[in-house]
């Protein structure tokens, strides 16, 4: 019933810039912490960045400078902007959204399905 559906991913050149999105869809109580993860061919998912609901955001040190990640609570949708874009950015990234979805319900973690971002040399 709750998604995370993300979009904006593809292929870009080294030095490009691209903008992911992720919207909540479906009914939800509350929503905490939102961020992005990804994951390369090979390696370990890992942070890239989280924003909370007054929109403090914290950053992996290896996109620091470069990406920016945006909330809009009132369409509980999250953006991240990526510039400067590099060959070593290329991964599946994923959005995450800490939620409440129901009065009763406890918070638990939610998932996209990822986006492929691929950047070329």
């Known amino acids: 019933q709750v998604q995370l559906v993300e979009s904006g991913g593809g292929l870009v050149q080294a030095g490009g810039s691209l903008r992911l999105s992720c919207a909540i869809s479906g009914s939800i109580y509350s929503v905490y912490m939102m961020g992005w993860y990804r994951q390369a061919p090979g390696k370990q998912r890992e942070l890239v960045s989280e924003?909370?609901?007054?929109?403090?955001?914290n950053y992996a040190d290896f996109v620091k400078g470069r990406f920016t990640i945006s909330r809009d609570n009132a369409k509980n949708t999250i953006y991240l902007q990526m510039n400067s874009l590099s060959p070593e950015d290329t991964a599946v990234y994923y959005c995450?959204?800490?939620?409440?979805?129901?009065?009763?319900?406890?918070?638990?973690?939610?998932w996209g399905q990822g986006t492929q971002v691929t950047v070329s040399s």
């Open positions: 995450y959204a800490n939620i409440i979805a129901s009065l009763s319900s406890f918070e638990t973690d939610t």
């Open positions: 924003i909370t609901v007054k929109g403090t955001a």
